[in-house]
């Protein structure tokens, strides 16, 4: 076995966390369908910033075929019903690549607390992690191992909850660590241990799911 020299977890994730950012914010007016997007999901899209008013028309126009019809029905129940849009599809941008993406919401409140949009985050899945950055995860030392598990458990959840890879879990999880600016592997732990306490039926516990994504670094930070 090769000699790896030794490597703190804080050294682990600071080479991990240098990973392109791909993920944008976007906020959704169920009145009125009215939307904004951040410069990176605009980039998505394949639009410069503040080039283009985003609009449901024009997301849906951008939505692979065989996708849109699901992602229309996705916003008219979001409406409707007034429950976040969220969920995983595929965007054609305007030179025609594809992108897998998905999108994590919650609930949008007014100040009464009357449930007014959802807001969230759009996160491009396409592409793979630089090898060296995949290569320090695989070769970390025993110490890590521990922390490694929990990671591993946290992907899982990822992967069946949005049904994606692997890889693409990571992103996810990744992403949260550098937005938030919380270890990722404190993040993994906190997801997976908030887990056995989501219920309801599958689409109330997206619901919940997306909402503890998006808010448990919260709890962290105050624990720490």
């Known amino acids: 076995m090769d000699h790896v020299a030794p490597t703190s977890a804080r050294a682990v994730e600071s080479v991990v966390a240098g990973a392109p950012q791909r993920a944008g914010s976007f ?3 169920f009145e009125g369908q009215r939307w904004e997007w951040s410069d990176e999901v605009a980039a998505v899209y394949g639009y410069a910033p503040g080039s283009t008013q985003p609009s449901t028309e024009l997301l849906l126009a951008h939505k692979h075929p065989d996708d849109r019809a699901l992602v229309a ?3 008219d129940a979001a409406v ?3 429950e976040p849009f969220c969920g995983r599809h595929r965007v054609i ?3 025609g690549r594809t992108h897998h993406v998905i999108v994590v919401a919650d609930r949008m409140l007014d100040d009464r607390g ?5 807001r969230g985050y759009l996160i491009d899945l396409s592409g793979a992690l630089e090898e060296n950055r995949q290569e320090v995860l695989d070769r970390t030392l025993p110490e890590l191992v521990a922390s490694r598990a929990v990671i591993e458990q946290a992907k899982g959840v990822l992967m069946v909850v949005y049904g994606i890879n692997a890889e693409q879990a990571f992103r996810v999880l990744q992403w949260r660590s550098q937005e938030t600016n919380v270890k990722l592997r404190t993040l993994a732990q906190r997801l997976v241990t908030e887990i056995p306490a989501l219920g309801g039926g599958p ?3 997206r619901a919940r799911f997306d909402h503890l994504l ?3 670094h919260g709890d962290v930070v105050a624990a720490e």
């Not at 009357?114 to 959802?118: A, E, F, K, M, S």
Request: aromatic fraction near 8%; hydrophobic fraction near 45%; proline fraction near 0%.
């Open 73 to 75: 029905r996705s916003i």
């Open 80 to 82: 409707c019903a007034g």
């Open 93 to 95: 941008d305007t030179s």
């Open 214 to 216: 998006l808010t448990m």
């Open 203 to 205: 689409a109330s516990q």
């Open 27 to 29: 906020r959704f007016w």
């Open 114 to 118: 009357l449930v007014v949009g959802t």
